[in-house]
């Protein structure tokens, strides 16, 4: 575990001796599809790293609705703000995929920021990145359409020209803040001009013309391809 721990951005220059002792209290769990990993106002004592598989974060809204705040694939660390301030979960981690997970106990991740600078220097900038990203979520909400937020989200995603649904048409509408009906539309929309090809089910959509969709997101390829290499650095 203790090069899988290394693959983790904030620990990544923690050195041989820092990851043993992370190692030698954390607590190995693997769990199925469909698991629930915490609950939304848990109490947070404890760092959740995703080690293998994908793991969606969801919220409830007020009248009842999953928002689907990300859908994240290993190696990441979720909840890293109650590191700094004690609080409670602010999003249910569900497994998308079969997953490994690891719990780091809050007291010793501290004791690794205290000895090690890199470490609180990688977690301050994960915490930036994580409020930019927020919001530009918000920003998306408020300024773009539905079409140019799903075009913008499959720019994002596209790796090799597929992109997966993990959480389905309503999982990608619950993430940029729309119904699955707005998503399915556009998506067919995407379609019909030879943009995207929609693959059986729902879950797996091809990109054939990312240029064409990036002008519809207003955005870039190579911005887009940035902001999700930026996350893992």
């Given amino acids: 575990m203790t090069h899988r721990l290394a693959a983790l951005p904030m620990f990544r220059e923690l050195g041989e001796e820092g990851l043993r002792r992370l190692e030698a209290v954390a607590r190995l769990r693997r769990y199925p599809a469909g698991q629930v990993l915490c609950t939304e106002g848990d109490p947070a004592d404890q760092l959740i790293v995703l080690l293998d598989g994908r793991v969606k974060a969801g919220r409830?809204?007020?009248?009842?609705?999953?928002?689907?705040?990300?859908?994240?694939?290993?190696?990441?660390?979720?909840d890293k703000t109650t590191l700094l301030?004690?609080?409670?979960h602010r999003a249910t981690l569900t497994a998308v995929t079969p997953v490994e997970v690891a719990y780091l106990p809050r007291v010793a991740v501290l004791e690794a920021i205290a000895t090690e600078p890199s470490v609180a220097a990688r977690l301050m900038r994960t915490?930036?990145?994580?409020?930019?990203?927020?919001?530009?979520?918000?920003?998306?909400?408020?300024?773009?359409?539905?079409?140019?937020?799903?075009?913008?989200?499959?720019?994002?995603h596209s790796e090799g020209g597929r992109v997966r649904l993990h959480a389905g048409q309503a999982g990608l509408g619950a993430e940029i803040g729309a119904t699955r009906v707005s998503v399915n539309r556009a998506l067919r929309s995407f379609?019909?001009?030879?943009?995207?090809?929609?693959g059986d089910g729902d879950g797996e959509v091809t990109v054939k013309d990312a240029e064409a969709l990036a002008r519809i997101a207003k955005t870039t390829p190579a911005d887009a391809a940035d902001k999700a290499r930026r996350k893992y650095e």
Avoid: Q, Y
């Fill in 60 to 78: 409830v809204s007020v009248d009842g609705r999953e928002v689907v705040l990300a859908v994240d694939a290993a190696p990441v660390a979720f």
């Fill in 191 to 198: 379609e019909r001009r030879e943009l995207v090809e929609i």
């Fill in 127 to 156: 915490l930036a990145e994580t409020v930019r990203d927020l919001d530009e979520r918000l920003t998306d909400v408020v300024v773009l359409d539905v079409s140019a937020r799903v075009a913008k989200w499959l720019v994002r």
């Fill in 85 to 88: 301030v004690e609080g409670t």
